[in-house]
């Protein structure tokens, strides 16, 4: 049997007064979302373990199995990995977004999302004016970019920008964990405040300003971490060939740690308007092939929830359904050998909070053949009475490669 796992960014969420006290996924339209769960096994999982914050890169390494007390190395350094950026035994490796600064605090944490076009100008400027036998930055995509650090440690306390919106940049500053990390943290600051300088007055941020699109006038490093040691997921778990289908460089990277192939789609955003129908093709095109599994990761609920957009939160979510989903439904029920479809989330990003929760997120396995549970719709309150119960993540691929 092949197994695919979608995986809608961020999807779970809270209860809404504004939607008669129902979710965003209780609220959307999803008839594919809600055939699986109908047909399928439904259960809860705490994808983020004690001990960890709810960022991407702890929910999805664990959705594939990763043990990450054992093999997490930051965020910094799996996106290297995507952007082909090695990574050296005496460097450490972060996140590097381009935000958005108003009257001393964080108005957003992806510079009104910049263009990449527009940011690699910005990255480049400051690998011109920061940049140094230490120091290096490296362009991404949109907002999120790469720092390494020659020398540098991984012990400082840097706060994720979509984790305080409207604060004070003096209060959110990051902080040595240890006397060794001091050096470290200091260079981080003065990066962060010089970096001001340099991206306020660039002839990018003046074009954004003049049509009023926020300015990228600062960086913000966080995540920070070396190069990860990960076993491929075929000595994991015996997966002949895999492939990762995503916009963000997280996942990709995280694909290639794993052992995956990293399948491009063109206009993939990691947005509401991201191409839906190419990443189902996609997906499709390689489950006809010889993919055994197929890890389609979709960010855009995420960011709706970090922009605490409740509409477009739903509009994300009923994209996913229609325009991924549906069609994978139909296109597995057709193919010669059986197909496992996994849909979830990663973590909640409830949009009140504008950032992550560490709240279990709902979870359906489903294929031709299943006995399926008592569950008819897919949302956080309903897989609460699924047949598998409340699961720990790495309880996940094991559930859905022995399905």
């Known amino acids: 049997m092949k197994h695919i796992i979608i995986l809608g960014d961020g999807m779970a969420d809270d209860p809404i007064v504004a939607l008669d006290g129902q979710t965003p996924l209780q609220y959307a339209v999803t008839p594919g979302f809600d055939f699986l769960a109908k047909h399928g096994v439904n259960g809860t999982l705490c994808t983020v373990p004690g001990g960890f914050s709810p960022g991407s890169e702890i929910a999805n390494l664990g959705v594939l199995g990763y043990d990450v007390n054992k093999v997490y190395e930051g965020r910094g350094s ?64 949109s907002y999120r970019h790469l720092l390494k650090i020659r020398g540098g440690r991984k012990d400082v306390q840097c706060t994720p920008p979509h984790d305080v919106p409207g604060v004070d940049i003096d209060g959110a500053l990051p902080k040595a964990l240890s006397e060794n990390a001091q050096p470290t943290c200091d260079l981080l600051v003065d990066l962060i405040r010089r970096s001001y300088d340099i991206l306020m007055t660039h002839p990018v ?34 997966i002949k060939k895999g492939a990762v289908i995503s916009a963000v ?115 359906v396995i489903w294929h031709a053949g299943i006995e399926p549970d008592s569950v008819v719709f897919f949302d956080e309150q309903s897989a609460c009475h699924g047949a598998y119960g409340y699961r720990t993540v790495l309880e996940f691929m094991p559930l859905l490669l022995k399905s």
């Open 249 to 363: 460089d997280l996942i990709k990277g995280i694909g290639r740690y794993a052992g995956l192939d990293v399948i491009e789609v063109e206009g993939a955003t990691g947005l509401y308007d991201t191409n839906y129908e190419g990443k189902a093709e996609a997906a499709i095109e390689a489950l006809r092939g010889d993919y055994d599994l197929v890890f389609l990761h979709v960010e855009a609920s995420d960011e709706a929830g970090h922009e605490g957009d409740v509409d477009l939160k739903i509009r994300t979510i009923e994209y996913l359904d229609k325009r991924i989903v549906q069609p994978i439904i139909n296109a597995v029920k057709d193919m010669e050998e059986p197909v496992a479809i996994a849909l979830l989330p990663d973590h909640p990003t409830p949009c009140h909070l504008k950032t992550h929760t560490s709240n279990p997120v709902p979870f």
């Open 205 to 238: 941020n003046r074009r954004r300003m003049e049509i009023g699109k926020d300015p990228a006038n600062m960086i913000w490093p966080w995540s920070l971490g070396y190069r990860p040691s990960m076993l491929p997921l075929s000595d994991l778990y015996g």
């Open 78 to 141: 799996l996106e290297a990995a995507s952007m082909g950026v090695d990574i050296a035994d005496d460097e450490v490796a972060m996140r590097c977004n381009l935000i958005c600064v108003e009257n001393g605090k964080i108005k957003n944490h992806s510079a009104g999302h910049i263009s990449t076009e527009e940011a690699s100008e910005l990255i480049e400027a400051l690998q011109k004016e920061l940049g140094s036998d230490t120091v290096s930055f490296h362009c991404g995509v």
